[in-house]
């Protein structure tokens, strides 16, 4: 089974821009947003963007607003209204999502960046909660130095008061400063493990 993970990110991300292109921009509206020196090259709203490869979704984005920047000192993609992604296997299965109230993506750096209210969940079943998460697609990982709350299907809960850091599956994860363990059923399936050196 061909996985789908974050990493994939950039390339969906790319590929929306194409969608981004055929959209005409109110002028108007974006400089009611925001300062005339800061307006995005394009602007979308109501976007639900599908990136599919052979023929198989892969990734399905939805977001109230998208800006996109060009410019020499500014590329990336923004979210500022919040925004949803659901990653799919071959089959369309739901393998893992992301939800946040804020978003922003950097195309050259591959390195992106959800915050407020951020939920991830993986193919295991595990849920993920914390106000900022961080995904380095060069780095392969995705981290935070905010604290996190992780709760698996079997009810096994851990929270990471200094943040965490997984592989992009989120499958594996490593916690800093951990507190508030709860423990109500016990799963020998946990890829986890604990560090409490604080560097």
């Known amino acids: 089974m061909i996985k ?9 991300i790319i590929a929306t821009v194409l ?26 709203e109501n976007l639900e963007a599908v990136y599919s490869l052979n023929g198989n979704t892969k990734v399905k984005l939805l977001t109230p607003k998208a800006y996109k920047y060009t410019s020499e000192t500014k590329q990336y993609s ?36 959800a915050k407020g209210n951020v939920i991830l969940t993986n193919v295991n079943g595990s849920v993920l909660k914390t106000e900022e998460l961080l995904i380095d697609e060069n780095e392969e990982k995705i981290y935070s130095v905010v604290p996190v709350n992780i709760k698996d299907k079997d009810g096994f809960e851990i929270t990471g008061e200094g943040g965490f850091e997984s592989n992009l599956d989120f499958t594996v994860y490593r916690f800093t400063d951990v507190s508030g363990v709860k423990i109500i059923k016990e799963n020998e399936s946990n890829n986890f493990f604990i560090d409490n050196n604080k560097k």
């Open 4 to 12: 789908f993970n974050i990493k994939h990110l950039s390339i969906f």
């Open 19 to 44: 969608l981004f292109s055929c959209e005409t921009t109110d002028l108007e509206k974006i400089k009611a947003l925001t300062n005339k020196e800061e307006l995005p090259d394009v602007i979308i």
């Open 78 to 113: 923004l979210f500022p209204d919040g925004i949803n992604l659901m990653f799919y296997d071959k089959n369309f299965n739901l393998h893992s999502s992301l939800t946040a109230d804020y978003g922003i993506y950097y195309e050259k750096k591959k390195f992106a960046k």
